[in-house]
């Protein structure tokens, strides 16, 4: 969590962290002004694919972009996050570019640095 806050955040973007996906569904209900949620697949309380599921049951969650990171390189986990309402998916170990390209593909613009 921490590379990639700190790549976020030199792409211009303020963050929030959640310890779980419990905590970041109360997180993202109390703030309106979320650009984007980056998940792993892998954390407590839930799987990212259950808290992808329940964002989108959410309408006003339903329209941010989901980037789900992993270390579970197979077609079937990447198949299970879209299906699920990801909009993008990442394997670990990452680089920024491809945090920076993948963000770019969802819309999302990154101040240069």
């Known amino acids: 969590r921490m590379v990639l806050q700190k790549h976020m955040r030199e792409f211009g973007f303020e963050t929030v962290e959640a310890e779980s996906g419990l905590d970041a569904i109360w997180t993202l209900k109390q ?46 986990r990447q198949d299970e996050a879209f299906e699920a309402g990801a909009n993008a998916f990442i394997v670990k170990p990452f680089t920024r570019e491809m945090i920076a390209e993948t963000l770019t593909s969802l819309g999302i613009e990154t101040k240069k640095s």
Do not use: W
């Open 31 to 76: 703030k309106s002004d979320i650009n984007v949620i980056t998940v792993d697949y892998n954390m407590p309380k839930m799987t990212g694919i259950q808290f992808v599921r329940l964002v989108r049951e959410k309408p006003e969650l339903s329209a941010i972009p989901i980037l789900m990171i992993t270390s579970e390189n197979s077609q079937e």
